[in-house]
């Protein structure tokens, strides 16, 4: 074989072994993408349900004793990403604001994993096939008194050899009775560069 | 072999090979100057602190100076404050944990390590809460990070 097959299959055998392994998503070991990642998402989740809690607007008695009921409203995705993970952001506040013992996210409707079952079990109470009492008696589902809404926002921006990704989150809380936000917040900015190298060396 | 050819076919190769194209979080890596006030109007809770040294080296560039504890109703947070003594700009994570009265340890759902970047001789507060009633105790870990 001449020397110069061997130089051009070069790229071919360099490429060839490719393996899978499992990483921990929090560590230096997971992918950094352009976009956010899992361990960003976590750490927006962490950041916002701090400022939410440290802000103390929970603790206002004009909203009632605590647990107070919550509902997720619109989660507006204004980033590049069609699939964008809002799930990661809203399941992991959720949790802990449902641990904090301050707050409780009503289910029965919402932007954010409702849960239709309430509004089935109600309406099974003409069905034969159930025993009445255990049907709930009609009015008696929570309504939210606190309102969460949600846009993550994108930045774009480009130079002649980079370009970068910024993303935020922003949210505001609304107390429904008066339809005043009582709480804003954005999260820390996650800010992805990316650099295009010449040569793969 | 002639040497045009081979030199052709070395050129070839490099082209065929990927391009080495990154992406990664931006960093600030100038050194930083800090002016507060002399005798702070605050009062801080301070918290006695135990460090356990794993890696000497870091010791000597991230240095917790401080820990502030304030409870919220039945929430706890904390406040710690580092120096860069590391004489360079770093990037490190950190992660806190917490722990209930029996000593075992909470789920915390936004449990994570975070990054951040310290520039060079700058002091930080980095801060933890607990979203658990039951938390009474915490841990703080650090580690240099490729950010």
Known sequence: ?201 | MNRITLTAALLASLALTPACATGSKTSATTPMNTVEKENPTGMPREEWINKINTSEILAGKVNVTSVYVDWNGDLQRIQLNVQNDSGRSIHVKYLIEWFDEAGIKLYTPTESWNNVTLSKGQRLSLQGRSTSPYAVDWRFSVQESAL
Request: hydrophobic residues 35%; glycine residues 6%; proline residues 4%.
């Open chain 1, 1 to 201: 074989m001449k020397l110069q097959h061997i130089l051009l299959g070069l790229p071919l055998i360099l490429g060839a072994c490719s393996t899978v392994e499992r990483v921990d998503p929090n560590s230096d070991d997971a992918v950094t993408t352009m976009g956010v990642d899992y361990d960003e998402l976590t750490e927006w989740s962490e950041t916002l349900t701090r400022r939410m809690l440290d802000s103390r607007f929970l603790d206002d008695p004009e909203l009632g004793d605590h647990p107070i009921y919550m509902v997720v409203s619109k989660i507006e995705n204004k980033t590049d990403l069609s699939n964008f993970p809002t799930e990661v952001v809203l399941g992991q506040i959720r949790a802990s604001l449902l641990q904090s013992e301050k707050v409780r996210f009503v289910t029965t409707y919402g932007d954010d994993a409702t849960d239709r079952m309430t509004r089935e079990t109600q309406g099974m109470v003409d069905d034969p096939m159930f025993d009445k009492d255990q049907i709930p008696e009609a009015g008696q589902a929570a309504v939210a008194r606190l309102s969460l809404r949600t846009q993550i926002i994108w930045i774009y921006g480009q130079s002649k050899k980079e370009k970068q990704n910024t993303y935020l989150v922003r949210m505001l809380v609304t107390d429904v009775k008066s339809g005043v936000a009582i709480w804003e917040a954005e999260s820390d900015p996650i800010a992805k560069k990316y650099s295009k190298g010449g040569l793969g060396w």
